[in-house]
């Protein structure tokens, strides 16, 4: 457990372990709003769920630097802006694909810059 937190705090930059601690607080957010508002059950709610959930375990890993899990946080980046920009004007996909837009992109280029460091 000690080299798991050491490998998780020490390794790569301070900004990862804080980006997974916002990974996680988003995704406590949106299901204590979607839950709130009782919309969790819906495409939309549990879609946005869903994908917070996804960036926040691949960004876990990311942390842990498993190459595996940095291509997962790219593909999972690119899906999303494909579904945002290709889908139609008013499709509820653009509102799921729409999770943390331009958050993700920029974690991307953080994400390419350490890739050499991963595992």
Same mark, same amino acid.
């Given at each position: ?34 839950? *709130? ?5 819906? /495409? ?8 917070? $959930? !996804? &960036? ?37 996909? *653009? ?5 943390? /837009? ?8 953080? $994400? !390419? &810059? ?6």
């Amino acid at each position: 457990m000690n080299n798991l937190l050491r490998r998780f705090w020490q390794d790569l930059p301070v900004l990862f372990p804080l980006v997974a601690i916002a990974h996680i607080v988003w995704l406590g957010f949106a299901l204590f709003d979607f839950g *709130r508002q009782g919309v969790l059950d819906t /495409f939309i709610g549990a879609g946005n769920c869903l994908i917070l $959930l !996804l &960036y926040a375990v691949l960004w876990i890993a990311v942390c842990d630097r498993r190459r595996w899990a940095a291509i997962g946080y790219l593909t999972l980046t690119a899906v999303n802006l494909c579904l945002q920009f290709f889908s139609a004007q008013h499709s509820d996909w *653009r509102y799921v694909s729409d999770a943390l /837009f331009p958050f993700d992109l920029l974690m991307c280029v953080f $994400l !390419l &810059y350490y890739y050499k460091r991963f595992r």
